[in-house]
Structure formats: structure tokens, C-alpha cells
């Protein structure tokens, strides 16, 4: 078993945390109040060849891999979670693509997707189906060359900023999986939501009315698009959830090294309170466990594995890393006492951020009923 980083992953990981630290750092605060999408940093980003990071060299990408992509994330998470979240969802689109688009697909819309000229979004749930996505009820009726595609679909990651989304619809009995572009008559952008964290990162309604779709636009085989999305939800999604988790878990237990360290009561540190080192020791346990079950999943992607092989692999790391960020946040407020909440620590922010993980890529109980089914099998 070899459990170290190759000379680029280390590289890379030394190169994020300085992007993050100098680029996201000073602007956390900001980003967060005015909830606004940040083209200017994730454009950044796609010049260091983070967008396009599981992308074919020939498609404007840097092909490093899954376990690299779970550093940037991480490390991005670490200092500020939405943009980690950018890369969850931002690349479920770039995935389906890469894995089930036809060539004349991908020459259009993935180089730009990499590049971040374009960003993507990707459209499963609705009110009828998050969970059980069958209960969808959009449909996509093939008229000539062309489908014509009725429905709503809710909670979608980067819905009003993507210039194409993926989406799943219902054809008769079959789904099939689409891309469609801003601007197409009949594609109208929804209400966005008034979500708790994840701030400047929207999420946004989706409405279809008689909206015509060319039939070039189908991605994958047809009757396979629920399984197409389902694979990119897994590989990207659940992952993706499960990293940002990570990083925004770390962000705040290393914040909390620092000040037991620096906050001194009855004339010494605080961290020489045992009462507080148990809880840092807790974080640090739990911390570290989140990280080898997320980046044994990547690997495993790395080593070419199917996220039907990994489902439990996949889903450990998700429901684990989830529930570690959210307990590591809360012990980070309780070390940090009155200051745990204000904004300047940002400890209370990546709780928030944390939050709405739980339902981002499936729920913590699906990944359970995942795990279940897998040991009664
Ligand atoms: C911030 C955020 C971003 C999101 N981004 C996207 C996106 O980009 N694209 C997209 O398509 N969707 C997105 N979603 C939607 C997300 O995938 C769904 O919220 C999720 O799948 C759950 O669906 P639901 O909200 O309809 O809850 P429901 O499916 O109605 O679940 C309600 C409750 O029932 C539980 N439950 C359901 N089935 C079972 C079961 N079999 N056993 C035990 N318990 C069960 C659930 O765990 C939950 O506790 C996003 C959600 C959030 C919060």
C-alpha cells in the first residue's frame, strides 16, 4: 500500500492552498454578503487548470485525475467552502459529457465548460423526486427531430448562472438525459433560493414550457439518461460533497488549533485545558478518518473502478466527512466561545455551508440505504 501523494498532486496541493489563501481568504467575508457568483475567481481557477481537471488534455482540460480533483476541492473548502461547491456541481455537466457525450457535443460545449468561458448546471431533482428520482414528472415528447420537453425542476446548483444545463426528462416510459442552452425559447430560469449557506453559489427553479430540444442535444444512449445522471451524481456529486465537507471541517479545527494556542485564561493558553485538547483530539480523529474514506473513493475512481463498484465506498465517505464537518463546526464555535459565532472567524459560516450538504447529492440516509443494500447483497 503506497498512502503518499505523487510529486504533482503535491505540487498541486502546495499551489491551491496558496490560490486559496491569497485569492479566497480576503474575500470570504465579502462574497458571502453580497451572495453573488464569482466569475472573477472561478475564472482564476480555470487558468490553473482546476475546472478542466478531469477533462482530456483535448478538450482544454489538465486530466489529473480524481484524487487531484479531492485536493482542490479540500483546499478550496478549507478556506471557503462555495467555491468547492462550484466544483461539485459546476462538473457534474463536464462528467456527463466526458463520459457519454458524442464528439460534435464535446467539441462544442466542453472546452468552454474547462475553460470557464461557459459554466453548466445539472437538473435531476424535482418536487415529485429528489430521492426518488422516478417520481419525475418533466417530459420530453420526440415531434419529428425534435423533443418537446414540459416540467419543473427545483434545487439546482449554479441554475442561474449556467449557460447550458443538463437535465433529465421522462420520453413515454424511458428517460433520457439533455442539454439545453440559455435562451432557449420555452427555458426559463426560476425563482432562487433563499438558502442558509452556500451564499454566493445560487440555486435556482428551473422551468420548461413546450421548450424544443434538437435531437442532437440527447446525450448518451437514449432510455439510459436517469443512469448517465445517476453515474455523474456519484462520481462528482456525492465525492464532491463529501470533499467540501473535508475542507470545510479542517478550515475550522485548524481555526481552533490557533486560538486555544493564542487565547489565554488564568495566565496560560487555553489549549492546556484537557477538557478542550479532548475536543481538538475528537476533531483531529474524525478529521483524519474523513480524509483517507474520501480519498480512497478518488482512487479507486483513479484505478477505474464504476461508481456502481464503489457505491459504498462513495457513500461512506459522503455520509462520514458530512456529518464530521458539521460536529467538528460546532466544536470549533464552543472553543472559540463568544467569538465562535461572529463573522471575522468564519466557523459559524462554514457550519452553514456545511448544512446544506446533507442534502446536496443525495441524502445522508440514502447513502445509508446505499451502504444497507450493499451488505444485504
Ligand atoms: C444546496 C443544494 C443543492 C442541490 N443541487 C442540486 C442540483 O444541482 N441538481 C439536482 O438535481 N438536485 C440538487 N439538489 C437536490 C437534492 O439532490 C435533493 O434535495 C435530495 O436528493 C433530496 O431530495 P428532496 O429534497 O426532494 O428530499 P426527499 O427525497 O423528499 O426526502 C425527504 C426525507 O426522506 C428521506 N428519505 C427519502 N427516501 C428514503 C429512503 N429510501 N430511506 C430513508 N429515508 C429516505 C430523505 O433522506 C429525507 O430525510 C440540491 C439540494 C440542495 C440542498
Known sequence: MDFSFTRQQEMLTNMVRNFAEQDLAPNALSLDEKGEFPYDIIKKMAKLGLVGILSPKEYGGTEMGHVARMIAIEEVSRIYPP?????????????????????????????????????????????????????????????????????????????????????????????????????????????????????????????????????????????????????????????????????????????????AKERELYGKPIINLQGLQFMLADMNVEIEAAKWLCYYAEWLLDQGKSTREISSEISRAKVFSCEVAIRTNIKAIQILGGYGTTAEYHVVRRLKDSIELLSAGGTQEIMRVTIGRNIMA
Open 83 to 259: 467555491v468547492g461547491f462550484f466544483f461539485q456541481a459546476g462538473q457534474l455537466g463536464i462528467y456527463m459529457l466526458q463520459l457519454f457525450g458524442t464528439d460534435e457535443q464535446k467539441k462544442k460545449w466542453l472546452m468552454p465548460l474547462c475553460k470557464a468561458e461557459k459554466v453548466s448546471c445539472t437538473a435531476v431533482t424535482e418536487q415529485t423526486g429528489g430521492s426518488d428520482p422516478s417520481g419525475m414528472q418533466t417530459t420530453a415528447k420526440l415531434v419529428g427531430d425534435e423533443y418537446i420537453v414540459n416540467g419543473r425542476k427545483v434545487f439546482i446548483t449554479l441554475g442561474g448562472v449556467a449557460d447550458i444545463c443538463c437535465f433529465v426528462a421522462k420520453t413515454d416510459d424511458k428517460f433520457n438525459a439533455f442539454f439545453v442552452e440559455k435562451g432557449t425559447p420555452g427555458y426559463v430560469i426560476g425563482r432562487k433560493e433563499n438558502h442558509t449557506g452556500m451564499r454566493c453559489i445560487p440555486v435556482n427553479e428551473l422551468i420548461f414550457t413546450d421548450c424544443k430540444i434538437p435531437k442532437s442535444n440527447l446525450v448518451g444512449q437514449e432510455g439510459r439518461g436517469l443512469i448517465a445522471a445517476l453515474t455523474a451524481i456519484a462520481g462528482i456529486g456525492r465525492t464532491g460533497a463529501a470533499g467540501i465537507a473535508l475542507g470545510a471541517g479542517r478550515g475550522s479545527y485548524e481555526a481552533a488549533v490557533k486560538f
